[in-house]
């Protein structure tokens, strides 16, 4: 079945820096989601990129797609202790959104 | 705001014990949807429901139940708790006209003894 992959698993970085998470799938989707996950919460739904775009921002976010090669990146710029979560990239290929595959996340840590 | 919320934060139970998660939403959602979340492996999604009284497996439904009676509530049951069911168990719901958004309850640690 296709699966989300983040990579890296862990990154650490200086507030202010940017910050940028990638994620791999195997199997055609609808549309690619990063998710959110501070330690210990629910998820929380940060930005969808749908399979016929290639680049997306919403505020310090940028997401890019990049179909052919079966990945994304999810780029947070000037980062801020705030953003230490852990990040999510879920795909759907489902045409109800009942099947959202997830991957094992990237650990964000901004040192301030 | 939509607001998930799950019975209990933490919860301890002991092999064999029958467990019950429940979830409630407060938008009038159509699905509602069981996840279990383990280090390195992300989420696996257990059972989902997109109406009341319907039910569809996910990806690991074995030894998990899920009862849906009213729209609102959503209940995972473990008939037999094991040790390899210590998880984190995260729910969500999303609206029939806008599925590209789940929107997740703070989840409940589970510890099997």
């Known amino acids: 079945s296709q699966q989300g992959e983040e990579d890296p698993q862990a990154l650490s970085i200086q507030e202010g820096e940017n910050a940028t998470m990638n994620c791999s799938y195997k199997t055609s989707i609808n549309n690619l989601q990063w998710y959110r996950q501070n330690s210990g919460r629910g998820l929380v739904h940060l930005i969808l990129i749908r399979s016929n775009e290639r680049e997306k921002h919403s505020g310090r976010l940028r997401v890019t797609l990049d179909t052919s090669k079966k990945s994304s990146s999810l780029l947070i710029t000037a980062s801020r202790a705030a953003d230490t979560a852990s990040y999510f990239c879920a795909t759907d290929a489902s045409n109800y959104g009942q099947n959202f595959v997830f991957g094992p996340g990237t650990r964000l840590s901004v040192l301030p | 705001d939509v607001k998930v919320t799950q019975s209990s934060r933490y919860l301890v139970k002991r092999t064999g014990e029958k467990v019950f998660l429940e979830c409630v939403q407060d938008?009038?959602?159509?699905?509602m949807f069981w996840y279990r979340q383990d280090p390195g492996l992300g989420l696996r999604l257990i059972y989902f429901s997109y109406d009341v009284k319907m039910k569809e497996k996910g990806d690991i439904p074995e030894g998990y139940s899920v009862s849906r009676e009213k729209k609102e509530r959503f209940s995972l049951i473990l008939e037999s708790a094991s040790t390899n069911q210590t998880s984190m168990y995260l729910c969500?719901?999303?609206?029939?006209?806008?599925?590209?958004?789940?929107?997740f309850g703070p989840g409940t640690r589970l510890t099997v003894l």
């Open positions: 969500a719901s999303s609206f029939w006209a806008d599925t590209d958004t789940q929107y």
């Open positions: 938008m009038d959602h159509e699905n």
